[in-house]
């Protein structure tokens, strides 16, 4: 009995002046949201945001657990509720649970635990911990961080000297977390980075704009693609042309050729008509003259002698006269001779062809020319067309990524405004509880635990006292232990039996 009330009087004693501890309870609800579904700006760089699906939403939870466990978070929560209050109020809260005496005593063990804990650390080297440090690890050693299974929740629960102590130190990890969460989602410097390089994009592609309009000025091409099918169309409307004049050159020296060979082998005049019977004029003109000549003989022979000169020479005459009219035919045939037509035909077509010869020669001479002047002309909006191209495609790159940078800046606007306003994936399931009872010690547990525990020590001190008996009450016990045999046995009576034995016997 003595056992049992005093293991159960230390259980109460214990449920009494033990310091208590306090509870409260916070949830976070990580939902699927931009920070898991895509990736920053600076990584995308695109028109369309790069997805990316987590490796397991398992491992996202387990990631903001970890986080909320790290020392990072503990720090800035210690930060922001301040390290006296971390440690003043949880004396405070110590103090203010416990009645005089006792809370001393308590608090007096407490300090002398620390300054053991502080001779621990100066013997193995460790240097002295400040304010700060112990504030960090009694704040890390006071919450726990779990993920509810099968669930999308996290549970930050946190057991301290007091129920606001315990609440304020929930509300701030949430808090903490929630900014960690957002700084950690987001790239430092991102909108003084895409700000950057989108003016920087901006200045290359209006400087890019500028040289194209100046060398389409001085080049006078604006529509490459139809200023080129115009030049080929006149490349090849010349190149026709020049054929087409070439091969008329090589068909007229052909027929010039042909023609002044057939030339020189036709008579330049043809016999046009024959007429006979005719006349002769000059028969009769001799006969007249010779008519004549007789006439004036006889006038000489009437005035002169033979021997006369003016009669020898008449005479002479018209012997001569004679002999002429004699050779003379009576007739004569009239032959009309004229130009050959086909003599003349070909002329003039040999004329005509030259002639025709000659506009073709100056004809693809003056094409010639102009298809070098075309082809020179080709040549030069080729290398304006090139360079024409190739600041086009500088202004299409500068252009994609001024695009992607303002993109990018408009995106990271879009996270410093969510920063700024504290819009994430994650939300407060459940706000920081308050629990105004205590959750250790608990009383009655704790008498219910001592009276198990005292009844249990009770049995075994009296199970231990029967053990540690070393008297003989059965004869048994005498052979057993001391290997004799027992000879008698004498009964023992109390003196209450002895007296009502005597009583009866008289």
Sequence with gaps: MATFLLVTVLAAGAAIFLPKNYHSNGMLLVRLGRENATLDPTATMGQEPVVTVPVSRDGE????????????????AVDRLGSDFVLQRQAAGDAADRPGRAARAVEQLRQAWARCKDWVHRLEGAAELSDRDRAVATLAAA?????????DLIQIDCKGPSPQWTQEVVAALMDVYQSEHMRLNRPDRSVEFFTEQTQRAGRELAAK????????TASGIFSPADQRQTFAARLSRLEEDLLQARAAAKVSETRVAALGSQLRSLPAEQVESVT??????????????LYQLQVRKEEAAAKYTDAHPAKQAIDEQLQASRAAAESQEPTRTHVAKGPSRVYVETQAALLQEQTLLAACQAKEAILDKQLAAARGQMKDFNQHELSIAGLDRDIDVCQATYRKYAAGLEQARI????????ISNIAVAQPATYEPAAVFPKKGMFLGFGAICGLAAAVGVACWAERRN??????????RR??????????????????????TRI
């Design 61 to 76: 939870l387990n990631s903001v657990v970890e986080i909320l466990k790290s020392q990072a978070v503990a720090e800035k």
């Design 143 to 151: 919450y726990n961080v779990s993920s509810a299974r099968k669930s």
């Design 209 to 216: 704009q500028e040289a194209l309009r100046d060398l389409k």
């Design 276 to 289: 006979t019977g005719i006349g002769n004029t000059g028969t009769e003109q001799v006969r007249s003259q």
């Design 415 to 422: 996270d410093h405004a969510r920063e700024v306003q504290r």
């Design 470 to 479: 070393r008297s003989f009450r059965e004869p048994e016990d005498v052979e």
């Design 482 to 503: 001391l290997g004799i045999p027992v000879l008698g046995t004498i009964p023992h009576f109390a003196a209450e039996h002895s007296a009502a034995a005597s009583k």
